[in-house]
């Protein structure tokens, strides 16, 4: 029942928000739906930490460990960017008489995003995935400005793109998947019992189609060029849950399938996933160091943290498999914290370039402070969480002998850090290049930063029991030895 719930609320609140005698409190129906969603998605939590499952609808919609854990990250950054849009979205008073319409795709946005975890068919993982991307292009060029047009544009062109290959892949799946004998409905769950049998060819070739399709949604290189322009042109609410979710969900669903590759004694290609790992690793950390918007910047340091996730799983052991896992959970929770905070330097000083914040510290203290939080802690400078699952990532690959691999990695991030922490630095503690003062930053605002900020800070010095159970329940789902 409470995954129902979880999974139904957004949208009943995108309904609710299109009614037009309701369209004036559509923040607040948002903000009170998604609220019961992200306290419905712990309790689902809790039932899969007692029985290993939850399920609402057999065959159809139901979670273990990893889809619980995806569904609790969704639904949590869905409720504090719906927050921090009340005073931010306000601040445009061009956009007053059409802010129901933004919460009406948002709503339904967050609906396609926390329902993708909680299919147990891949088929339908594919149908949830493209309406994510659909939502989303109303979204991302919803200021209508002509930038935010082309970024629109841009990423609609290359997202979709990806979305007959991927299908093509999910096709050639449920081929593999029946001509093994497999005679009940297809599911993940069912799809991971028949893997030693499909044939080793065809899961090959299904997994590349679906990791080319779903590779443009998640952001990694070469097909990460939607990714900074769409980042840098929607409203910050929702480069919040673009960056800090919607890349993730698709990556669940290849990871999903990796896993499921790397249990056929044949078909192993953990050793390709690391080469393509530390390539889109590698791309963000050198863009990193020569980028002049803030928000591209964080939306590249996406591009990286998408990398190291997948260098992870393909290193295919059970440890490494614990640290991409967290590193999913980590990355969600801070690069939303980033962006709450670009957004708002954003509405603090109204400039995008980095040139032109100097010495945020002592004009706006608060503003500089949480930007200072987030960069470190995004950057993986201890004891932020970032930092223990990206050391326990290259510690995972060391134990099982990708020294090469590990080396690389290390001097990747090292690399990044020092680029992302550059760049910080002049906004931080430059001298001010205005003495007018700044505007004031909604209440909204600064709330949905402050409750970002909590996990931030508790996770990087101490993992709760049931944290620490989930991660390990959901590192089971991607396998490894």
Not at 68 to 73: D, I
Not at 198 to 216: C, Q, R, S
Not at 320 to 337: D, R, W
């Amino acid at each position: 029942m409470a995954l129902i719930v979880a999974v139904s609320l957004p949208l009943l609140a995108a309904l609710l928000c299109w009614v037009k005698p309701l369209r004036s409190i559509a923040w607040g129906i948002t903000v009170f739906c998604l609220s019961i969603s992200f306290a419905t998605s712990i309790m689902t939590a809790g039932q899969v930490l007692r029985d290993g499952r939850a399920v609402a609808i057999p065959g159809w919609i139901e979670v273990d460990g990893l889809s619980a854990l995806v569904v609790l990250l969704v639904s949590f950054v869905c409720t504090l960017a719906a927050i921090f849009a009340g005073g931010y979205m306000r601040h445009g008073s061009q956009q007053t008489e059409r802010l129901w319409r933004f919460y009406c795709n948002y709503n339904l946005l967050a609906f396609a995003l926390i329902v993708v975890p909680a299919f147990a068919s891949p088929n339908m993982v594919w149908v949830g995935v493209e309406l994510i991307t659909l939502f989303a292009i109303l979204l991302v060029g919803f200021e209508g400005t002509p930038s935010a047009l082309e970024a629109a544009w841009k990423y609609a062109i290359l997202t979709l793109m990806g979305a007959p290959i991927s299908l093509l892949g999910f096709l050639v799946l449920y081929w593999a998947y029946h001509s093994s004998g497999g005679g009940t409905a297809e599911t993940w769950q069912g799809l991971s019992a028949m893997s030693s049998t499909m044939p080793p060819n065809l899961l090959k070739f299904a997994f590349l189609l679906v990791f080319v399709g779903f590779g443009t949604k998640v952001g990694l290189a070469p097909m990460h060029t939607w990714l900074p322009d769409a980042h840098s042109q929607a409203p910050t609410p929702i480069c919040a849950v673009l960056s800090g979710i919607k890349t993730t969900v698709p990556l669940y669903a290849i990871l999903r399938l990796l896993a499921i590759i790397l249990a056929s004694p044949e078909a192993r290609i953990g050793n390709w996933m690391v080469v393509i790992g530390l390539f889109s690793v590698g791309i963000a950390a050198f863009l990193l160091l020569q980028v002049r918007d803030y928000k591209r910047m964080f939306a590249f340091s996406t591009v990286e943290h998408m990398g190291i996730i997948l260098v992870a799983a393909g290193f295919a052991t059970h440890e490494a498999a614990y640290g991409a896992v967290a590193q999913m959970l980590n990355h969600s929770i801070t690069k939303s914290l980033c962006f709450y905070t670009a957004g708002m330097v954003l509405l603090t000083l109204g400039t995008r370039q980095i040139s032109e914040v100097r010495g945020l510290i002592r004009t706006s203290p608060f503003v500089g402070g949480a930007l200072l939080l987030c960069s470190l802690a995004i950057a993986g400078a201890p004891p932020f969480p970032i930092f223990l699952s990206e050391f326990s990532i290259l510690a995972a690959g060391l134990r099982s002998g990708h020294n090469v691999a590990v080396a690389i990695l290390a001097t990747l991030i090292v690399v990044a850090f020092v680029a992302i922490m550059r760049q910080v630095n002049g906004m931080l503690f430059g001298k001010p290049e205005s003495t007018a003062p700044v505007e004031r930053v909604p209440l909204s605002c600064r709330t949905a930063v402050v409750l970002a900020a909590i996990p931030v800070f508790i996770l990087g010095v101490y993992i709760p029991g049931p944290v620490h159970s989930l991660l390990t329940l959901a590192a089971q789902q991607l396998g490894g030895h």
